[in-house]
Structures are given as structure tokens and as C-alpha cells.
């Protein structure tokens, strides 16, 4: 099959099973296109691993004992420990780390039958909107090379708008799943937390981190999600003690009269015009299919950026203080006592982002700081988690841009980290609220760069937003388009 890696997840699952391909094929050539790691998506590759990994898949569908996904390849973004890779969430500091155990997630893909490829490039701990924070360089964006690829699932969304997986794990704490989805043209999601487990995902804020899948499409999301969902109250204390769903099951549900509410405050004057024409035309096709568009109001979506970059770095100057040299990583060379090791191994191994969001988080924790900064942060936190509950009295589904413009030009923002923080806007007010929320392909802009349209849900809401967004791909083909030469 020379379409092999042009199939989706649910194409690959069904020929494995009908044994028109084998594992070991798939894995062959997915492998293969990884060589000589295009866009520089991957952090770490292991071919045995991953052949290893596909025989015993061809075994099990062999002997009738295979998963749902027996034998289609997947990457992890490189926050999730793995045993058989190496781990570094982007950072030197964890610079060829192997943990002693897989992340839930990636336990529970195995066990759905998936073979892993390796590890994802992504920004330092997470913290970035375009994988340019990355202790080992830029991700490309596979539509142009010139421009990032979102972040800070990065590594994830380039490797599957390349076609190098079908696709990927992301991790999404303020947008870094639904953002490089968007900039990638590929489709991901974010469930409600606590859906998934964090146990073995290495926190950046802890009660905002959310894992999720990246692929094509909804129907292959739809597939991946069923897996990683689901209980893990025994080693994650905010998991949801709550099972998964089969969310491929609803999605042939049909979207007629389903109430779609437009935030005014989410089409305002940052909106690039090449978004909003392409959102409108997307919004429009709802119509068609039977959807009502109700005009809404999220009126503290602007204050979401300084309360995230508040409590995010707080929760992240608490998270990364287990990197001090003597359990993980790194350890500096020359100190005269534990004090020094500590200060040197941290100046050492961290990036500049990483510094600046401790430094921040330690400064609004502080005494006298707090109640000014995190105390209120807190609290406005909450009145936007009010005010999606105000709106969802009016409407089933809220559907926005992504970001305010498609993917912006490697070193654009470069000493200006204020410029990335602003243009999290949008995927920042769920995540505070802890909502499911997802980005689909929705078109593209004046630069042909795609545009990514957000669909946000009520809690627990995954399997209507995944329906919502396969009714459009089943009427629209932005998510087939690929980027030139794949
Ligand atoms: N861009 C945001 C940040 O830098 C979100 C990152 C994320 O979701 N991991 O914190």
C-alpha cells in the first residue's frame, strides 16, 4: 500500500484487522519517514522499540487478542514519561531521563493496541504557544517551513500534519493541544479535566493540565480519546472518578437545531481578517447542516490572560521544584555545597522561559503579593468559569477562532514573550474554566496557512463537540488537504 501513511487511524485499525497490512508494515514505514527527523518534531526515536512493539501486535492480531487500535502508530509529546524512551519534556534539564514507569496515557494506549514511534519535540515544560522554547530547537510548521508550528504540543502537531504518525498525544494546560492544532490544520482535543489521568505527565499547573489527542480528524480523535479516558483516582488525586465513553459511538449524531453561541467578545478587533472570513464561512456551514447560531457574551474573556499567567506560573514555580539536581537530570559539576548545587544545576538547566515563569509564580506566592496577585487571580478564575455556565443556558456548543491569526514567523516574537502570552486569548477561558474544548480545520488564511476553529463544550460534553465538529468534516475537506510534497 503506498497510502500507507496518508490513512487515518480508523483506515489503519481496519486493515490491520482485515490483514491487508501488517504491524510490522505500518511501523516500517512510518519509521522511515521519520529518518532524518523532518521539522525536527521528534526528541527520541528507538526503531527496536517500535518493531518490538509491532511484532507483538501482529502476534495479538494473529491470535484474535487485539485492541481497538492494534497496531497503528502514535508518538507522544514528550511530557509523558515513557519507559523505553527517553524523557525531557523539552527541557536540559532532564536531558536523557528515563523514567521507571509509563504515564497512564501511554499505558493505555498500549493497551488499545498502539505502537509507539518516540517522543515529541515540544517547549520547555510546556510553557509556550509556538515549540520555540525547546531546549533542542524550533519544531517547523510543515506548511511553511518558515513559520512555527503552535505550541506547545509542537513536535505533536507538525509530526502529524506531516504525516509522519497518524497520529499523536498533546497535552493542553492554556491551549497547547487545541493552538498547534489550528496551526498545523490537524484537529485535537481537550477533555473536561479529570478526564484524563496526569499520572506520568510531568506537571507544568497542575490544576490546569489536561491530556488529549491530536490527529486528522474528529472520528480519530473520537478513537483515541475512548482510550486515554477514563478512573485513575489511585494515582492521580484530580481524576474523575468517572469511566470513559465510547466517543466513536456518537458520532453520527445529527446537529439539527444544535444552539451554537458566537462570543461577541471572541470576534473583536485582534481578530486577523483572514480568521474571522474563514470562521464565518465555517460558521455559515453550520447553518447549512441545521445549526442555530445565538449570539453570546463571555465578558471576562480579556482578563483570562493576566489570571492564567498568573496561576499558571505560580503552580509552575511550585511543580519544577523537584528539579534540583538530585533526583532528576541534571546535576551541575562544580559547587561548593548543596545550596550552590542547587542554584547552579537550576541556572544550568533551565531556558529563560522556564526562569521567567518561576520567578513570577515565586513573586505573586509571596508574602504581601498574594492576596494581591493569586488570591485574585482565584477569583476571577471562578466569575469566568460563571460566566460559561451563564452562556450555556443559551447554547449547547461555543464555537470561536483558536488564536487571533494563523502560525507567525519563526523568530517574530523573539524577545517579546508578552506577544505569545496575548495571542493565547481564546484557548485560555476554557482551560481556566476546565472546560472540553477542541480545535478543526475551518479553512485557510490570506498566506495559505490553515485556520483552526474552537469548539467548546459543557463539562463532560467530549462526545457532542466531536460529533459537532465530524458533521462539518463530513461536509467539508479542509482536514484531507495536506500540506505540499507529503
Ligand atoms: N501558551 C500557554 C503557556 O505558555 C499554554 C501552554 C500549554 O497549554 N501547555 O503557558
Not at 517547523?140 to 508550528?149: C, E, G, I, K, Y
Amino acid at each position: 500500500m503506498s497510502d500507507l501513511h496518508t490513512l487515518s487511524v480508523k483506515a489503519l485499525a481496519e486493515s490491520l484487522r482485515s490483514k491487508q497490512v501488517s504491524a510490522v508494515e505500518v511501523a516500517t514505514r512510518f519509521l522511515a519517514r521519520t529518518g532524518g527527523n523532518p521539522h525536527n518534531a521528534f526528541l527520541d526515536i528507538d526503531s527496536e522499540v517500535t518493531m518490538a512493539q509491532a511484532r507483538a501486535s501482529d502476534a495479538k492480531l494473529a491470535a484474535g487478542t487485539a485492541g481497538p487500535l492494534e497496531g497503528v502508530p502514535v508518538a507522544h509529546k514528550d511530557v509523558f514519561v515513557t519507559r523505553d524512551f527517553v524523557t525531557t519534556a523539552g527541557s536540559k534539564i532532564l536531558q536523557g531521563y528515563r523514567s521507571p514507569f509509563d504515564a497512564t496515557v501511554v499505558q493505555r494506549l498500549a493497551q488499545a493496541g498502539m505502537v509507539t514511534v518516540g517522543k515529541l519535540n515540544c517547549d520547555e515544560f510546556a510553557m509556550g504557544s509556538a515549540n520555540e522554547n525547546s531546549a533542542y530547537g524550533a519544531v517547523t510548521n510543515p506548511w511553511d517551513t518558515a513559520r512555527v508550528p503552535g505550541g506547545s504540543s509542537g513536535g505533536s502537531a507538525a509530526a502529524v500534519a506531516a504525516r509522519l504518525v497518524p497520529a499523536a498525544t498533546g497535552t493542553d494546560t492554556g491551549g497547547s493541544i487545541r493552538q498547534p492544532a489550528s496551526f498545523c490544520g490537524i484537529t485535537g482535543i481537550k477533555p473536561t479535566y479529570g478526564r484524563a489521568s496526569r499520572y506520568g505527565m510531568i506537571a507544568y499547573a497542575s490544576s490546569l493540565d489536561q491530556a488529549g489527542p491530536m490527529a486528522r480528524s474528529a472520528e480519530d480523535c473520537a478513537l483515541l480519546l475512548s482510550a486515554m479516558c477514563g478512573a485513575d483516582i489511585d494515582r492521580d488525586s484530580t481524576s474523575l472518578d468517572m469511566p470513559s465513553e465510547d466517543f466513536s459511538a456518537s458520532l453520527n449524531g445529527s446537529i439539527e437545531g444544535l444552539r451554537i453561541g458566537v462570543p461577541k467578545e471572541f470576534f473583536g478587533e485582534g481578530l486577523h481578517a483572514d480568521v474571522r472570513a474563514a470562521l464565518d464561512a465555517a460558521l455559515r456551514e453550520y447553518e447549512k447542516l441545521g445549526a442555530k447560531l445565538v449570539p453570546i457574551s463571555l465578558p471576562r474573556t480579556e482578563l483570562s490572560i493576566p489570571v492564567y499567567y498568573i496561576i499558571a506560573p505560580a503552580e509552575a514555580s511550585s511543580n519544577l521544584s523537584r528539579f534540583d539536581g538530585v533526583k532528576f537530570g541534571h546535576r551541575a559539576k562544580d559547587y561548593v555545597d548543596l545550596v550552590d548545587m542547587y542554584k547552579k544545576t537550576r541556572a544550568e538547566g533551565f531556558g529563560n522561559e522556564v526562569k521567567r515563569r518561576i520567578m513570577t509564580g515565586a513573586y505573586v506566592l509571596s508574602h504581601g503579593y498574594y492576596d494581591a496577585y493569586y488570591l485574585q487571580a482565584q477569583k476571577i478564575r471562578r466569575m469566568i468559569a460563571d460566566d460559561f455556565q451563564n452562556a450555556f443556558k443559551e447554547c449547547d456548543v461555543i464555537a470561536g477562532p483558536v488564536a487571533p491569526s494563523v502560525a507567525w514567523k519563526l523568530g517574530e516574537n523573539a524577545g517579546d514573550p508578552v506577544a505569545d502570552y496575548l495571542a493565547d486569548i481564546f484557548t485560555l477561558p476554557a482551560s481556566l474554566a476546565g472546560l472540553p474544548g477542541m480545535s478543526l480545520p475551518a479553512g485557510f488564511g490570506a498566506s495559505g496557512m490553515p485556520v483552526g476553529m474552537q469548539l467548546i463544550g459543557n463539562y463532560f460534553k467530549e462526545a457532542q463537540l466531536l460529533n459537532a465538529a465530524h458533521r462539518l468534516q463530513q461536509a467539508t475537506d479542509f482536514h484531507l488537504r495536506q500540506p505540499e510534497g507529503i
